[in-house]
C-alpha cells in the first residue's frame, strides 16, 4: 500500500484538479508544463475552497474538494465561451518529444530513486523539527474536517485552538489522499513527489517560455535540475524539516512560466487569466514564502513593463501628476501597512528572527557559486553556475534578457542579503533570515541560462571544428554533466537522505522498525485514555500516526497549568495525590517511556522525567527494544 496506493492518491489529489480546470479552459499547455504547473491550480482550488468550506460549516474531504473543483471548471468554462479574442494555435513541434520525455523521466527518477533508497520505507519518520508539526497538522485536518489556514495549528494544542495563522493548502490536499495510503506514508510522498516531479518539469517549462526558439535545449534543462544543486526536497531533509517550503520552491519555475510563456501556451488573455490567478493562490497557500520569491525571480518581466509604463505616463505632462500622485499613495501605503503588520506579535516575530546571521563572505559566493546556498553539497553545481554566466551573457542583448534579470536579481539579493551590511541583512527577514528557504529559487534561475550557455558554447565550438570532432563533443557532453555533476550530486543527496532518517544530521534516529512497530500496536492495546510522551519522543507522533489522544501532541504543543505541575511531580507517583489530579485533568492514563529523546540537545524537562520508569504505580503494557509503554495504577 505505502508504494503503489499511497503515491497514487497523491498523484491523483495534486495533479487531476489542476489538469481538469486547464482542459475545461481551453489552455492547451506541452505536457510537461502541465506536470509542473497543475499541482499549483490544485492547491489554489483546494484551499480557496477550504477557507470557503469553513465559513459555510463544510466539513474538508472529497466531496468538498470535488464541489470547489466543479466550481473552478464551470468558471473556467464560462471565460473560456466568452473569450473575446480566439486563442492562438499551440506551435507544432517540429522536433522529436522522446529525448526531453526521456530526460525528464532519467532527472526526476533518479531523485525519487536515490531517496526511496536511502529512506527505505515511507513510513518512516524524517528526523526534523518541523516534519513531525505538519504531520500533527495533517492529521488534525482529517479529525476536525478543517484545513482552513486559521484552524490548522490548533491540531497540536490540547485545546484544539489555534494561535496563529499558517498556509493551509499543502495540508488540504495532502489530507484528500491520506484515508487511502495511510497517514505516514501519505506524508512522505505528498512533499516528495511534488518536490520532484513539478520542479524538474518546471524547470523545463520556464526554459521554454524564456527561450522558445531553443527546443533543443529542453532535455538538458531536465537533465541539469537534477542532483548536483540546491533542490527544493533538500529543504525537507534538512534539520528543520521544511516542507511547505520544500513543496512551494519547486512550485515556482512552473508558475512562472505559466505566467511569463507566450508562444508555449494556447489560451485566450482571459482564458489563462483564472490558471494564472489559481497558481498564484496555490503557490501562497503552500507558503507565501515562495510567492515572494516569485516576485523576485519575475523581476525581469515585471520591472521594466513597470519601466516602461511610468515612462510612458511621464512622457505626457498632463499625467506627471496622476503619477506623483499615485507614488505618494503607494509610499503611504507602504508606510501604513508596515506599520501594521509590525504590530502584529507573528509578524513582528518573523521580521525579527535572525536564526542564520550573516555568513562569511566566502561562504556567500561559495554558496552561489555551486549553486546551493544551503551548503550541504560538496559543490558539483559549479559547472552549472559557470555556463549560467556563460548563457546570460549570450542572451542580454536578445529576448531571453528577463531571464537573464531575474537571474540576477536573485543572485544579488541573496549576497546581499547573507552580508552583515546594515538594512541589507534584514532583506529576507521574511524568510525568517535562512538563505536557504529560497536557495532554490536561485537555482531557478540559473538552470535556462546554464543549458542555453552550454548549447551556444556547443555550437560555436561544432562550427570550429571537424565532423568527427563534432561527434566526440556531442558524446562527451552528457559524459561531462554525468560526472561532474549528476554522480557526485547523487552521492551528496544519498548521504542527506540516510542522515535525515537515521539521525546523523542532529541525533539518534526517531523511531526504528520496531518501535514504529510499536506505535502501530498502541491504538489497540491500549483502553481509552491518552499517552504522557516526551515531547522528543517517538511517543510524540501517535497522534500523527493514528489519531491516538498524546499529551503533548508534538514539540510545538503550549503547555498547560496541569501539564507544567504534572512535570514536576511525576517522579512522586503512587504518593503524590495532585498529581493524579493532574493526570487526570489532562485524560492522561498511560506513560510512554523513552531514554533517547531524537533531540538530546533540545529536550525539554519532560523528556528527562520520561526517561525512566516510575518504579511503583505502573503497570506494562508493551516494549519495543529500551522504548516502553505503561498503564498508571497508583491513581485508580
Not at 527561450?211 to 525537507?236: D, E, H, Y
Not at 505616463?313 to 506623483?324: D, G, I, Q
Not at 559543490?379 to 555556463?387: E, K, M, Q, W
Amino acid at each position: 500500500m505505502e508504494w503503489v496506493v499511497a503515491p497514487l492518491a497523491v498523484v491523483l489529489a495534486f495533479w487531476l484538479p489542476g489538469v481538469l480546470v486547464l482542459r475545461v479552459g481551453g489552455v492547451r499547455l506541452h505536457a510537461v508544463d502541465v506536470a509542473a504547473v497543475a499541482p499549483a491550480i490544485t492547491v489554489g482550488i483546494c484551499g480557496t475552497t477550504a477557507e470557503i468550506a469553513r465559513l459555510l460549516g463544510l466539513r474538508w474531504g472529497a466531496p468538498v474538494a470535488l464541489g470547489g473543483t466543479a466550481l473552478a471548471a464551470v468558471v473556467a468554462l464560462l471565460v473560456r465561451v466568452h473569450a473575446t479574442r480566439t486563442a492562438p494555435a499551440l506551435p507544432r513541434l517540429s522536433w522529436d518529444r522522446r529525448p526531453l520525455l526521456a530526460a525528464v523521466a532519467v532527472a526526476a527518477g533518479l531523485q525519487l530513486v536515490v531517496v526511496a533508497h536511502g529512506m527505505g520505507d515511507p513510513r518512516r519518520l524524517l528526523v526534523a523539527n518541523d516534519a513531525g508539526v505538519h504531520m500533527t497538522w495533517l492529521r488534525g485536518v482529517l479529525e476536525s474536517g478543517q484545513a482552513s489556514a486559521f484552524t490548522l495549528t490548533g491540531a497540536d494544542q490540547l485545546d484544539g485552538v489555534a494561535r496563529s495563522v499558517y498556509p493551509s493548502g499543502w495540508h488540504a490536499v495532502a489530507a484528500l489522499a491520506a484515508p487511502s495510503g495511510g497517514v505516514a506514508a501519505t506524508f512522505t510522498w505528498a512533499w516528495l513527489l511534488p518536490s520532484i516531479i513539478t520542479w524538474t518539469c518546471g524547470v523545463v517549462a520556464l526554459t521554454r517560455a524564456a527561450f522558445p526558439n531553443r527546443p533543443a535545449i529542453l532535455p538538458w534543462a531536465a537533465l541539469v535540475s537534477g542532483p548536483g544543486v540546491a533542490l527544493p526536497l533538500t529543504l525537507t531533509l534538512t534539520p528543520e524539516g521544511m516542507v511547505p517550503n520544500s513543496v512551494g520552491t519547486a512550485l515556482v519555475p512552473g508558475v512562472l512560466a505559466l505566467l511569463v510563456a507566450r508562444k508555449s501556451i494556447q489560451a485566450s488573455a482571459s482564458g489563462r487569466a483564472l490558471p494564472g490567478l489559481l497558481a498564484l493562490a496555490g503557490l501562497t497557500l503552500v507558503h507565501p514564502n515562495a510567492a515572494l520569491a516569485l516576485g523576485l525571480l519575475a523581476a525581469g518581466w515585471w520591472a521594466p513593463a513597470a519601466v516602461r509604463g511610468v515612462r510612458s505616463l511621464w512622457a505626457a505632462r498632463s499625467r506627471r501628476r496622476l503619477v506623483m500622485a499615485a507614488a505618494g499613495v503607494a509610499i503611504i501605503a507602504i508606510g501604513v501597512g508596515s506599520t501594521v503588520l509590525l504590530r502584529n506579535p507573528e509578524v513582528h516575530g518573523i521580521l525579527t528572527t535572525h536564526d542564520e546571521g550573516a555568513l562569511p563572505v566566502v561562504s556567500a559566493v561559495s554558496g552561489l557559486v555551486t549553486l546551493d546556498p544551503t551548503l550541504l553539497t560538496d559543490g558539483s553545481g559549479a559547472l552549472v553556475f559557470i555556463l549560467s554566466v556563460v548563457g546570460a551573457a549570450a542572451v542580454w542583448r536578445r529576448r531571453g534578457r528577463p531571464m537573464a534579470i531575474g537571474a540576477l536579481v536573485m543572485a544579488g539579493f541573496f549576497l546581499a542579503a547573507s552580508s552583515s551590511l546594515p538594512l541589507l541583512s534584514w532583506l529576507d527577514a521574511p524568510w525568517y533570515d535562512e538563505s536557504r528557504r529560497y536557495a532554490p529559487v536561485i537555482v531557478a534561475g540559473a538552470l535556462p541560462l546554464a543549458v542555453y550557455g552550454s548549447h551556444a558554447s556547443f555550437r560555436l565550438l561544432a562550427a570550429r571544428s571537424r565532423p568527427k570532432v563534432r561527434w566526440l563533443m556531442r558524446v562527451m557532453a552528457p559524459v561531462l554533466v554525468l560526472l561532474t555533476v549528476a554522480i557526485p550530486g547523487s552521492l551528496d543527496l544519498s548521504r542527506l537522505v540516510v542522515k535525515s532518517y537515521d539521525g546523523g544530521l542532529t541525533g539518534p534516529p526517531i523511531t526504528n522498525g520496531p518501535e514504529l512497530a510499536l506505535l502501530a500496536r498502541l491504538p489497540h492495546e491500549l483502553s481509552g485514555g491518552a499517552v504522557l510522551s516526551g515531547p522528543f519522543s517517538g511517543g510524540s507522533y501517535l497522534y500523527a500516526l493514528s489519531g491516538y489522544p498524546t499529551v503533548p501532541r508534538d514539540w510545538g504543543t503550549l503547555p498547560t497549568p496541569e501539564l507544567r505541575d504534572a512535570v514536576t511531580r511525576l517522579r512522586g507517583l503512587g504518593s503524590d495525590p495532585q498529581l493524579c489530579a493532574d493526570l487526570a485533568a489532562l485524560g492522561i492514563r498511560y506513560l510512554y517511556i523513552d531514554p533517547s529523546p531524537w533531540q538530546p540537545w533540545k529536550s525539554l524537562p519532560l523528556d528527562a522525567q520520561l526517561a525512566k520508569a516510575p518504579a511503583t504505580g505502573v503497570r506494562f503494557v508493551d516494549r519495543a527494544g529500551p522504548v516502553a509503554v505503561y498503564e498508571v495504577t497508583a491513581c485508580g
